[in-house]
T-cell receptor, first 109, second 115 residues
Framework: QKEVEQDPGPLSVPEGAIVSLNCTYS??????FMWYRQYSRKGPELLMY????GNKEDGRFTAQVDKSSKYISLFIRDSQPSDSATYLC?????????FGAGTRLTVKP | DAGVIQSPRHEVTEMGQEVTLRCKPI?????LFWYRQTMMRGLELLIY????????DSGMPEDRFSAKMPNASFSTLKIQPSEPRDSAVYFC?????????????FGPGTRLTVT
């Protein structure tokens, strides 16, 4: 079993839709939970991270962590074509970072 | 700042040849990471340095891979001899002390094809 499981998609939605991206992880020792966005032919860029359980909001993006079920979510409101990218979740603890496989998202105008 | 710089952007080589990938981290950053990304295995950490010292190389797949950081502004990842299964996109990332290993800034990657 991989440390972080993420549905690779692809996921296609119309502009303006609410997007939900999800990951599960197996090791409860990890304390930080991140979301990276990767455009085609580019390196990943950190979108946001949360510590332990709870929600964190940044503009149209909301990250949610449920440590009891080992479930990580990213919600994108009012999705835009510019949000089309691959989204990677990652877990981090004590200098150890593990990434999910990434979900490819396309937002159609 | 120009961000993390990697060269070359693309590399095509034949099996058995030596390959050297280069990275210039963001100025002032004291952490440097090397990753490999493939469709099958996703993004994997190979090795990371702190203040030019290798801290964790447990992700380096085998002895054919080696990495060096001779100074704060330059690092190399070498594969000798290369094999077709090494074909992947190799990313370098850096971060500063405040971000540690948490907030990493990635370069554009080197797409390596070994035939």
């Amino acid at each position: 079993q991989k440390e972080v499981e993420q549905d690779p998609g692809p996921l296609s939605v119309p502009e303006g839709a609410i997007v939900s991206l999800n990951c599960t992880y197996s090791n409860s020792a990890f304390q930080y939970f991140m979301w990276y966005r990767q455009y085609s032919r580019k390196g990943p860029e950190l979108l946001m991270y949360t510590y332990s359980s709870g929600n964190k909001e940044d503009g149209r993006f909301t990250a949610q962590v449920d440590k009891s079920s080992k479930y990580i979510s990213l919600f994108i409101r009012d999705s835009q074509p510019s949000d089309s990218a691959t989204y990677l979740c990652a877990i981090h603890d004590n200098n150890d970072m593990r990434f999910g496989a990434g979900t490819r998202l396309t937002v159609k105008p | 700042d120009a961000g993390v710089i990697q060269s070359p952007r693309h590399e095509v080589t034949e099996m058995g040849q030596e390959v050297t990938l280069r990275c210039k981290p963001i100025s002032g950053h004291d952490y440097l990471f090397w990753y490999r990304q493939t469709m099958m295995r996703g993004l994997e950490l190979l090795i990371y340095f702190n203040n030019n010292v290798p801290i964790d190389d447990s992700g380096m797949p085998e002895d054919r891979f080696s990495a060096k950081m001779p100074n704060a502004s330059f690092s190399t990842l070498k594969i000798q001899p290369s094999e077709p299964r090494d074909s992947a996109v190799y990313f370098c990332a850096s971060s500063d002390t405040s971000g540690g290993t948490l907030e990493q800034y990635f370069g554009p990657g080197t797409r390596l094809t070994v035939t």
